[in-house]
DNA sequence: GTTAGAAACAATCCT
DNA sequence: TGTTTCTAAC
């Protein structure tokens, strides 16, 4: 394709910015611009100007944009795009690691720790230590070590910088010895896959000279999150043309807590003075109203390239904004309401996307989903891999796999109980620190440890056990591979004897994890258990999303970055919740700009159809907490809100509540306190307009409540439209609710 | 050594 | 409210 073709399906800049190949480039890319439309035909048009495809790398966030970005490149060139390396941050630094963690010290068959591990080990470093965990949480040790790394300070450093300071002694040793655990384990942490990859092409010309080589053309998206390490690795891949291009929306910076560094992206003129800067603020997503309301919020931001997003596309429908009583009422309305477009046929179930800022609230939705029998898919939360069957799985593979990796062993040499317990655990233990050697080690040499005693005639059949699968297991495949410890080990014929739902349900999730195996093997031309452990330690919740399949989607604003719908509720629009409660009580300003970006990414989603919800009440951790609503809620104007009255979707929501919900594992006692669909409906559409109505109670009456029973009234308080009432309930204890949804019967 | 039930505790967002 | 850790009894 030549330029004058190009022409035809980009504007001006986004042309620009494909056919500015030569030196350093920041595109400026605002929401819905078409990046990865300039990225992928950038690919295309550096191979058809002859550079050889395995000479281009680009870096994307998460391995989902990967492979699109793949499939689009692939789409567009025909043949050699498979050579194009397109990978995430983690995943190239693995691959880079695999050819040469020798030369730092590691065999190349490491294992990689995630967070849960992270955290294990941690665990075993302060009991070593007598660090007491009561005053220092692993968890804050953790994330000082791991913000250290993203800065790029190691174990030393970080000794050099705080050694005057008494108070971070604890941090110093700790980082030492968990570091050491991890080389003896022959493990990384996330954190390790770029910072060692980093150390190893800083102090190694050779590696370093290889990759400068190998990747003469570089582009990075999303580089508004990029960390200072992150930085540095690419720094450190680009060869002396600085043909690097970097793709980012410096609005759109979500991840500094995670190390996102916002002046990679500023300050990208200084570190690269040659840089051509190209700015794409023609919108190709959304309506007008819904980038209007965009830009309105975004503006409020002091540190930021100034600029403003525009579209041709219609005017489009006002924003929605409704505020409910409780969380619940706010679940119930998006659920019926997402019914509701689909009834219209205004949109499918995979047009539409329920976003929210913390993850607990996805369970209230989920609930209504069910009741509602709506097909659905949370993103996030408990990620498939950290659940505990799969990680008893993947335990044994892994100690079939690197037998160094400590922590796997020592999760499965009990599961399923062997009679092995703590005591002979902790000889061991002892027994591998006294000799330097690692836990398998020992236990292959049981019968030195004469402490142990009988208990050895428990730990030689796992040993032979694991010894056998090691010799077998080239004669099997993985999904075989696991087969087998299934088999051998018992671990499913216990689940299934145990019988509960949630036994069943891990059992299916064993299924779907041998299937994973199964693909694995089908797309790749050599599978090797590295390989397969590899990519489930790298997965991300949001590449399990599967685009062809017709669901809502459910996720925290943060995951939604770099995804589009045709119809985004934006749920829990709170203060205290969204912003959240730490960044309204600091005194950061930074802090909340962060969450105003947040909120004009939640915005920037929407294609056609944008609707805000926010619950006077929800229940956290056990209370109920009281809130108003978000103040970037306010930062719309109102001319383009549909505020706080609901408008009656026509007549077909009669015809709505006919379709009984199929009954799923929602409760009977869920079905028993929910009024008929009629009435439901009726509460809804009537939301913040509760009327007060006479209470048949006073305070010191006893009352009934359809779910919590029978309790004494507390305290009546006038909450404005409604009475907010106090009873203390013989079963569950004081509760406060509105009276007008609590439906309290006097007795 | 195992297990069940009580007590303690929890504070975003993620590779 | 839901999960993890501790304790006591089998």
Known sequence: MNVTDLHKILNDEQLLGVTTTEGPVLILAGAGSGKTRVLTHRVAYLIEQGVEPWNIMAITFTNKAAGEMRE????????????VWVATFHSSCVRILRRFADRIGFDTNFSIYDADDSKSVMKEVCKTLNIDTKKIKEKRILSVISAAKDEMINEEEFARQNESDFRMAPYISAYREYQARLRSNNAFDFDDLILKTVELLKYDPEVRNFYQEKFKYIMVDEYQDTNTVQFELVRLLTGPAQNLCVVGDDDQSIYKFRGANIYNILNFEQHFPSATVIRLEQNYRSTKRILEAANNVIRNNEGRKEKTLWTENEEGEKIRFKQFDSAYEEAEFIAMDIKSQLRRGNFKYDECAVLYRTNAQSRILEEKFINENIPYRIVGGVNFYSRKEIKDVLAYLKTIDNGDDDLAVQRIINVPKRGIGATSFGKVADYARAEGMSFYAALMEAEEITSLGKAVTKITPFVEFIEDLKKRQKDFTIAELIREILDQTGYVDELSAEGTDEALARIENIEEFINKALIYQ???????????????????????????????????????????????????????????????????????????????????????????????????????????ISRFVKEIPKEIMEGSVWEKPKN????????????????????????????????????????????????????????????????????????????????????????????????
């Open 72 to 83: 689009r490149v692939n789409n567009i060139v025909g043949h050699g795009a498979e050579q």
């Open 522 to 628: 089908q797309e790749n031309e050599a599978p090797t258990l590295s390989g397969f452990l590899e990519e489930v330690a790298l997965i991300a919740d949001i590449d399990r999303l599967d685009d062809d399949e017709e669901y809502v989607v459910l996720m925290t604003l943060h995951g939604a970055k770099g995804l589009e719908f045709e119809n985004v509720y934006m749920a829990g629009m709170e203060d205290g919740l969204f912003p959240s409660y730490m960044t309204i009580t600091d005194d950061d300003d930074q802090e909340m700009e962060e969450e105003r970006r947040l909120c004009y990414v939640g915005i920037t989603r929407a294609k056609q159809c944008l609707t805000m919800t926010a619950a006077k009440s929800r229940m956290v951790r056990g209370e109920w907490q009281y809130a108003s």
């Open 652 to 747: 077909d929501f009669i015809e709505l509540f006919d379709a009984a919900p199929k009954k799923s594992f929602a409760e009977k006692k869920k079905e028993a306190t929910k009024p008929t669909a009629a009435a439901d409906y009726a509460r809804l559409t009537r939301g913040s307009e509760i009327k007060k109505t006479d209470l048949e109670f006073g305070i010191g009456d006893r009352v009934a409540h359809i779910k919590f029973g029978e309790g004494t009234v507390e305290n009546i308080a006038d909450g404005g439209r409604d009475y907010e009432v106090t009873v203390n309930f013989d079963r569950v204890g004081v509760k406060k609710m509105f009276a007008s949804f609590a439906k309290l019967k006097k007795i």
